[in-house]
């Protein structure tokens, strides 16, 4: 079993910036991708990005050009870059890790957005 730890939510102005960081631990080997969702209250989880490799990576339209997802390899941590953020990115933000067939949650971090 992997654990995956979140941290870097927090509270921020429209416009700001965060970056959101998932340390996986136990099991790591073989993580072959990872991602993050967010959750708002009310909805079901959503994709926010996705990333298998450095040039393999995937995002949500409303996300596309103000975030960046990346991962160290060496320090089994995957990030999110949440620049220009709006309200409606705020939410509960979870990390995401796949090993084949297998997958795991983090707990989550609180994002809040104020105007």
């Known amino acids: 079993q992997v654990e995956l730890a979140e941290s870097g939510g927090g509270l921020v102005q429209v416009g700001g910036s965060l970056r959101l960081s998932c340390t996986a631990s136990?099991?790591?080997?073989?993580?072959?991708?990872w991602a993050w969702y967010v959750q708002r209250p009310g909805k079901q989880r959503e994709l926010v990005a996705s990333?298998?490799?450095?040039?393999?990576?995937d995002y949500a339209d409303s996300v596309k050009g103000r975030f960046t997802i990346s991962r160290d390899t060496a320090k089994n941590t995957a990030y999110l870059q949440m620049n220009s953020l709006k309200p409606e990115d705020a939410g509960v933000h979870y990390c995401?890790?796949?090993?084949?067939?297998?997958?795991?949650w983090g707990q989550g971090t609180q994002v809040t957005v104020s105007s």
């Open positions: 995401f890790a796949r090993r084949g067939v297998v997958y795991d």
């Open positions: 136990g099991r790591v080997f073989g993580i072959d991708s």
């Open positions: 990333i298998t490799s450095p040039t393999d990576t």
